[in-house]
């Protein structure tokens, strides 16, 4: 049987009425399937959860907003799943919160502010740009300059699953991230033209600004599907679908970036 690296947690199934939950795959009916996204393919895919999915294209969109080269992206990411295998914490060291574990009492911002996660990549980038050369930087280099951990050692295992994170989120490979879930979460249309307004820019339904803005869009709005309800997206030929979990050709699609929203449920 392949093996596949994992991102999240994963609980055993003690006895076949139990379920696991918190965001971990689980085995819950031979037809259904946990909400799960997908990195690449193959025996070297890397599988995260929604929520971690999410959080990863924030930080991407957060970077393309501010016209970040993807190396910023990448660095960013190493340092988010260190801190936190992208998961935005209400807890951490001492005060430390969020995603990238910033610290209140070291002028990050308030707890509030660090808890958002397009926040939070906002002020990484920040402090990463007052790093004299950080562009020519390793990786863990950069990421520890800004961090300031403990053991500035720890980046470096995350460079392989950033970089690869970074290529599909800003576009550089096309059609790198997949998600899927069953079932049409309940549309949060507002919600989605706020928050994608926010990380990626006032801008962001323009389209056709380049092939790969157009495909940094597109993988930002499947990341977040499972959260605003998004059910299928199209850009440059091709269409992502929630139930399929997978980017394929479409004649129809428009070169911009589309989605479709779940149908509003019947009260």
Known sequence: MRRRRVLFFTVAVAALATAATLGVRALVGATSVMPNCTLGSGPAAVDLDPEQAADA???????????????????????????????????????????????????????????????????????????????????????????????????????????????????????GLTCRFDGAPAPRAGALATAAAKELGASWQAGDLSRGRDWATAEWLVAHAYTYGVVEVSVRGMRWTSGSGRWRPSASTRTAPSYRLAPLRKP
């Open 57 to 175: 294209a924030t930080i991407a969109g957060v970077a393309l907003r501010l016209g970040l080269p993807n190396h910023a992206v990448t660095i960013a990411l190493a340092a988010a799943l260190q801190e936190s295998k992208l998961y935005n914490v209400d807890y951490g060291d001492r005060d430390s919160l969020g995603v990238f574990q910033q610290r209140p009492s070291q002028g990050w911002g308030t707890p509030a502010q660090l808890l958002d996660p397009g926040y939070a990549a906002g002020a990484f980038y920040s402090h990463l740009a007052q790093i004299r050369g950080w562009e020519a930087l390793p990786i863990s280099t950069a990421a520890q300059l800004v961090q300031h951990s403990a053991d500035g050692s720890a980046y470096v295992q995350w460079e392989e699953e950033a970089r690869a994170l970074a290529r599909a989120l800003t576009g550089e490979v096309e059609a």
